[in-house]
């Protein structure tokens, strides 16, 4: 079966350091992976997606940029973190091709002070 | 076009109650429409999904009625258990497609307290 992990689950960072978040996902290959942020009681904005190695796209202008260095490995990063990137932050799978079932891990919590 | 308009923003039922939560979209080539459950703290959950060869699904206490002819699809929540507290997201895609058109569109979310 599939299992997506995210990680860290919490992090507390302050205003200008650097961000890395990391999600990987076990039991598929080639799968389309996605990077979604949540404000509180918010909905969910798409950040990133990948259908494949190195591929990436943005759906939104921002401090923060995605990178797919394995199939199955996709990560989250800043260089300067501003206040205004605290949220939750969610990676989801689905299977590539026609199949649109997608799948979201445990999500990481993010304070920038 | 590629909105999903979700209502009502937050929803409050009693115990053993129906909850319905309502979905719009514009897109006629939308084909997959799911529903997240999720719980704070934690990632939605894959709920429930239909298709559009059918007008109703049901699983357990969790239904969706989808009217193509209106664009509308909705869940259907019976026996409502305070358990069932959450926020509910409703989502659209086009399931033939890889790349971008494949991606799903979400609505902005209900948030249901069941009273007890």
């Known amino acids: 079966s599939q299992t997506i992990h995210q990680w860290p689950a919490t992090l507390v960072q302050p205003v200008g350091s650097p961000l890395s978040l990391e999600c990987t996902v076990e039991?598929?290959?080639?799968?389309?992976l996605y990077w979604y942020r949540q404000a509180a009681g918010r909905g969910l904005q798409l950040l990133f997606y990948s259908v494949g190695i190195g591929q990436i796209s943005s759906e939104v202008p921002q401090n923060l940029s995605a990178s797919r260095p394995q199939d199955r490995q996709f990560i989250l990063s800043s260089k300067k973190l501003l206040l205004s990137d605290s949220g939750f932050y969610l990676c989801?799978?689905?299977?590539?091709?026609?199949?649109?079932?997608?799948?979201f891990g445990p999500g990481t919590r993010l304070t920038v002070l | 076009q590629q909105q999903v308009k979700q209502s009502p923003q937050s929803l409050i039922v009693q115990k053993g109650g129906i909850s319905i939560i309502n979905c719009a979209y514009e897109n006629t080539a939308f084909d997959y429409f799911p529903w997240y459950q999720q719980f704070p703290g934690k990632g939605p959950a894959l709920l429930i999904a239909?298709?559009?060869?059918?007008s109703e699904k049901k699983e357990g206490r969790f239904t969706i009625s989808f009217n193509k002819s209106a664009k509308q699809f909705s869940l259907h929540i019976m026996d409502s258990q305070p358990g069932d507290s959450a926020t509910y997201f409703c989502a659209a895609s086009i399931e033939n497609y890889g790349g971008s058109q494949g991606n799903l569109i979400f609505g902005k979310g209900t948030k249901l307290s069941v009273k007890p």
């Open positions: 989801a799978w689905r299977a590539g091709g026609p199949v649109n079932e997608q799948f």
């Open positions: 239909i298709r559009p060869d059918v």
């Open positions: 039991g598929t290959s080639n799968p389309n």
